[in-house]
C-alpha cells in the first residue's frame, strides 16, 4: 500500500497569515497521463470531509483561490494564503493512484 | 443537486450486527461507485472499499475482509454497510462517498456514528 506522510502545522496560525501543509507519498502519484492523483482534503470540525484539490494542484469547483496545491511526484504541499476562521480543521491528503486510496493521518490547523 | 444521507447513530453491543444506510439522491445512482470510509474517534480517515453500483460486486480493503459487508438496494438508491460480530474497535464514524469527478471523493454523506459498548 502507498503510505501518505503528513507534517505538522506550527499551531496556532496567526490570523490573515500563510500556512503550509506537506505530505509525502511513498510511491511517485505521477501517472502516466501526466497527472499526479494526490488529493487533498478538509475536515471541519463535526463535519464530513471536503474535497478542496485534486489533481495535485485543480482547486474543486466553489474552493477559494486561497488554497493552492503543488509538489512532484512523491512531495507535495497545500498552501493557504490569509488563514481564516473558516479555514480551521483537519486537512487530509489522499492518494488516487491505486487501490487501496490512502490518506495521510492528518494536519490540524488552529487559529490564533 | 447530489446529495447522500446516512442512517442515525447507532448503539450496539460486542457481537451484535450493525447495519447502515446511505441514500443517494441528485444522479444515476448506478453511474458511480459508492465507497465507504472509516474514522474512529479522534483518528484520521481509512478507506474501507467499495461497491460497483451498477454490477452490485464490492471491494473491500484488506482490514475490512470477513465481518463487513457492502450491499446495494439499486431500486431506492441505496448503498449499505453491514458489520457482524461488533467489537469495541468497530466505533467509529462511518462514511459513505462518491467519486463523481472518479478520481477524488466528491460527495460525501453525513457520517454515521457506530459505538459499541457492553
Known amino acids: 500500500d502507498i503510505v501518505m506522510t503528513q507534517g505538522a502545522l506550527p499551531n496556532p496560525v496567526p490570523s490573515g497569515e500563510s500556512a503550509s501543509i506537506t505530505c509525502q507519498s511513498s510511491k511517485s502519484l505521477l501517472y502516466s497521463d501526466g497527472k499526479t492523483y494526490l488529493n487533498w482534503y478538509l475536515q471541519r470540525p463535526g463535519q464530513s470531509p471536503q474535497l478542496l484539490i485534486y489533481?495535485?494542484?485543480t482547486r474543486a469547483s466553489g474552493v477559494s483561490d486561497r488554497f493552492s496545491g503543488s509538489g512532484s511526484g512523491t512531495d507535495f504541499t497545500l498552501k493557504i494564503s490569509r488563514v481564516e476562521a473558516e479555514d480551521v480543521g483537519v486537512y487530509y491528503c489522499q492518494q488516487f493512484l491505486e487501490f487501496p486510496n490512502t490518506f495521510g493521518a492528518g494536519t490540524k490547523l488552529e487559529l490564533k | 443537486q447530489i446529495q447522500l444521507v446516512q442512517s442515525g447513530p447507532e448503539l450496539k453491543k460486542p457481537g451484535e450486527s450493525v447495519k447502515i444506510s446511505c441514500k443517494a439522491s441528485g444522479y444515476t445512482f448506478t453511474d458511480y461507485a459508492m465507497h465507504w470510509v472509516k474514522q474512529a474517534p479522534g483518528k484520521g480517515l481509512k478507506w474501507m472499499g467499495w461497491?460497483?453500483?451498477?454490477?452490485?460486486?464490492?471491494t473491500y480493503a484488506d482490514d475490512f475482509k470477513g465481518r463487513f459487508v457492502f450491499s446495494l438496494e439499486a431500486s431506492a438508491s441505496t448503498a449499505n454497510l453491514q458489520i457482524s460480530n461488533l467489537k469495541n474497535e468497530d466505533t467509529a464514524t462511518y462514511f459513505c462517498a462518491i467519486n463523481y469527478g472518479r478520481y477524488y471523493f466528491d460527495y460525501w454523506g453525513q457520517g454515521v456514528m457506530v459505538t459499541v459498548s457492553s
Open positions: 489533481w495535485m494542484s
Open positions: 461497491i460497483n453500483t451498477y454490477t452490485g460486486k464490492p
